[in-house]
C-alpha cells in the first residue's frame, strides 16, 4: 500500500527520526524524515508486532506501508500525554515521574528478546566503527573496552526516556522501538541515563524550553539511577564503560544539538577506563 502525499494529514508531533500523523480511526502513521533511518523503521514495525501479545505495554502496530519511497508504519493513536509534557507542566512531581521510569525501565529489563533482534554489542561495534566524527585512536580504546563488557538476551527498548512513555488512561504506554536490541540490561539504563543527561534538543523545541529540559533532566538522572540501583545490582565501572559505548555510538547516529557534548565527554573519559570507576566518581561523568 502506498500514500502519495502525508502533508494530508495532520501532524500530531516530531521525534528525533519521524514525525507522526494522524491516521484516523484510532490509528496514526509513523513517518520518517531521512533516508538513514528507513531500516529502522521496518525494524521497528518486526520488532513491534510480537510485543502485541506479551506483558510489555506498547501501543498495537497494523501495517507497513510506503509514503513517498518512506516505509512507514500504521499503529494505534494512545491518548495521552508524554512523561516529558507532564513534568514540563508540574515540574513539582518530577521525583515521582523518575521513579516511575526507573521502575517501568527495570519491568521491561525482566523481558527476554527476540531472536533475530539486533545484538546490542554488534550495534555498538558498527555505529563507533562507522561514527566519522571519533579519531581512530578513540575508536580502537573504545572497542577494546566493548570487547571486555558483557552480553545478554535481554530486551534493550534503545530509546527509553520521558519522551517515550505516554499516560493514557491510568496505564503507561512504551513506544519508539526502533533502536530495542538483545543484550546486557545495564547497556539500556547506560543509554537512558545519558539521554537524560545530555538531553539532545528535539525539532521544533525552543532554546529556552531545551534548557529547561536540560535542569529537568540532571535532576531525573540521578534520581532514576539511584532508583535502579537500589533493586539491582550494577558495577559502576561496568555503567561508565557502557555510558562511554553510548555517547560514543550516538555520535553516528544522534541529533547535531548533542554532539559537542558528546565529544566533551568522550574525549575526556574514553582513556581513563582502563583505571576504573567508583561510584562516586561515576556520577562526575557527564
Known amino acids: 500500500m502506498k500514500l502519495d502525499d502525508i502533508h494530508t494529514l495532520p501532524l500530531i508531533a516530531r521525534g528525533g527520526q519521524a514525525d507522526i500523523y494522524d491516521y484516523g480511526n484510532g490509528k496514526v502513521i509513523r513517518v520518517p524524515r531521512r533516508p538513514q533511518d528507513y531500516d529502522r523503521i521496518r525494524y521497528e514495525h518486526k520488532v513491534y508486532l510480537p510485543l502485541s501479545g506479551s506483558t510489555v505495554a506498547a501501543p498495537k502496530v497494523y501495517e507497513l506501508i510506503e509514503v513517498n519511497g518512506a516505509p512507514s508504519i500504521i499503529m494505534e493513536r494512545i491518548l495521552g500525554i508524554s512523561m516529558i509534557d507532564q513534568i514540563k507542566k508540574q515540574p513539582q512531581l518530577i521525583r515521582r515521574e523518575a521513579v516511575d521510569l526507573a521502575n517501568m525501565h527495570l519491568g521491561l529489563l525482566k523481558v527476554n528478546a527476540e531472536a533475530f533482534m539486533t545484538n ?61 536490541t538483545k543484550g546486557d540490561i545495564v547497556y539500556d539504563v547506560a543509554h537512558t541515563y545519558i539521554l537524560l543527561r545530555v538531553v539532545p534538543r528535539a525539532p521544533g523545541v525552543s532554546l529556552l524550553m531545551h534548557g529547561i529540559q536540560k535542569l529537568l533532566g540532571k535532576v531525573m538522572a540521578r534520581i532514576y539511577l539511584k532508583t535502579i540501583m537500589k533493586s539491582i545490582s550494577i558495577d559502576p565501572d561496568r555503567l561508565s564503560r557502557w555510558v562511554l559505548i553510548k555517547a560514543a555510538e550516538r555520535t553516528y547516529y544522534g541529533l547535531p544539538s548533542e554532539m559537542k557534548r558528546l565529544h566533551t565527554f568522550i574525549n575526556k573519559y574514553a582513556r581513563t577506563i582502563s583505571v576504573g570507576t567508583t561510584k562516586e566518581d561515576f556520577y562526575k561523568l557527564i
Open 120 to 180: 546490542s554489542k554488534d550495534q555498538a561495534k558498527y555505529c563507533i566503527g562507522k561514527s566519522g566524527s571519533l579519531a581512530e585512536d578513540t575508536k580502537q580504546v573504545l572497542l577494546d573496552s566493548l570487547g571486555h563488557l558483557p552480553g545478554g538476551n535481554f530486551l534493550c527498548h534503545g530509546d527509553f526516556h520521558p519522551g517515550n512513555i505516554l499516560h493514557s488512561n491510568g496505564k503507561d504506554y512504551i513506544i519508539d522501538w526502533s533502536g530495542a
